[in-house]
Each structure stands twice: as C-alpha cells, then as structure tokens.
C-alpha cells in the first residue's frame, strides 16, 4: 500500500542548531513531494515542493529538502534553527501524473531550545 | 491577504446537533477540500470536491456531508454530532489542473468539540 512515514514524532533542537527532518515513502514510481508546516492554532503552509528535476529544493524560510530514490526519502533540512520555527511538519506525497489525493505524514512537532 | 476562510475558529456543540463547518477562498481555486486533523494521525481526508455541485469521498467520510453550490465556498456538515467527531478541521483549495493542482491551501482549521 502507498504510504508516507514520518519516524520522529518529537524532536527538540537548541537555537542555532542544525535540524534535519526525516520523510520516507513507499510509492510505485517518483511522486510529487511536499514539505507543509503548522505553527500553533493555524492551518498549514507550503514550506517547498519537488516534482521533477533538480533534487534539492529550496522553500521559505530558509529550508530545503532533498529528494534521494535510492532511499524513497525526502528530507527536511534548515542549517540554523531560529526559535520562530517551532511548529509541527508535515511531510506529503502525491502519486506523479496528473492531480491525484494528497496523503500527509502523522507529522513531526519541533521543540526550539534557548 | 486572506485566502481561505473558515468563519468559525472553535466550535461546542452537543451530541445528536447539526454542525455546519462553513470555509470560503477567494482565489478562484477549482478543487476545495476537507481534512481532519487528530494527533498522531495526521491529516485524513474527509471529502473533495473539484467543481461547482461535485464531490468525491475521501478516506473518512462516514457521519460527513458537503455542499458546494458556489466556486468559493464549501461547507461540511455533521448531521448528527458525535463525541468522535470532536476534532481540528481544516479546509483546503487548489488550482484545477496541472502541478498546482497538488499544491494546496488552508485555512486557519476550525477546532469543534461536541459534548
């Protein structure tokens, strides 16, 4: 069955420090990723997408994600953790080809610490 | 610069009520979607719908109804509301076709508690 994995349901990371979300996937073929995020008591917004071409993308707020085959993964990175990025991730996936049904990640809630 | 709107932010309600769930964008988007949001359990899908008057099922939509009777606003219904519907709910919309059409947009999530 197709299905996107988030193993870290909770991290926590010092301001400064560098921060690396994980996203696994099982799909037939390439699907189109997406990284979402959600700060307390709001909806979700679109941090970056990859639907061909160049495997690391750049998003907002100073993210990227790398898209590896080999690892069916898609993970989430930022160099420097700013306190404002506390907030739960959601990693998505949709079967390339065409508009098909969104399938979201359980998430993962990031902790800043001073 | 608000995009989609959900008019009720928190919501109580009791067992057996009627709950509309209204959201509204203004981005001239074709597909407008409802999920629920429990934790540990993600997003699920509750219902889509890609153009005026259609829907389409999603993963959990048993004890929901929609409505679309106008390109920017689609409602969800609880006909009879239950303890277990008690959740965060959140409207989306996307472009028609092609990539954007995978791209979506929420809202701020209607948080509902039923009694």
């Known amino acids: 069955a197709q299905s996107v994995t988030q193993p870290d349901i909770h991290i926590t990371v010092s301001e400064g420090a560098s921060l690396e979300l994980r996203c696994n996937y099982s799909y037939g073929a390439t699907p189109y990723l997406f990284w979402y995020v959600q700060s307390p008591g709001q909806g979700l917004q679109l941090l970056l997408k990859?639907?061909?071409?160049?495997?690391l993308v750049q998003g907002i707020k100073g993210f990227e994600a790398e898209f590896k085959r080999s690892q069916s993964s898609f993970n989430l990175r930022k160099p420097s953790v700013h306190w404002s990025d506390a907030a739960e991730y959601f990693c998505a996936v949709v079967p390339s080809g065409g508009y098909q049904k969104v399938t979201f990640g359980t998430g993962t809630k990031l902790q800043v610490i001073p | 610069d608000v995009k989609v709107t959900q008019s009720s932010r928190y919501l109580v309600k009791r067992t057996g009520e009627k709950v509309f769930l209204e959201c509204v964008q203004d981005m001239d988007h074709e597909n407008m979607f409802w999920y629920r949001q429990d934790p540990g359990l993600g997003l699920r899908l509750i219902y889509f719908s890609y153009d005026v008057k259609m829907k389409e099922k999603g993963d959990i939509p048993e004890g929901y109804s929609v409505s679309r009777e106008k390109k920017e606003r689609f409602s969800l219904i609880l006909e009879s509301a239950s303890t277990n519907q008690t959740s965060m709910y959140l409207c989306a919309s996307s472009l028609g076709q092609g990539f954007g059409a995978n791209v979506l947009t929420f809202g701020a999530g209607s948080r509902l508690t039923v009694l």
């Open positions: 990859y639907f061909s071409g160049d495997t």
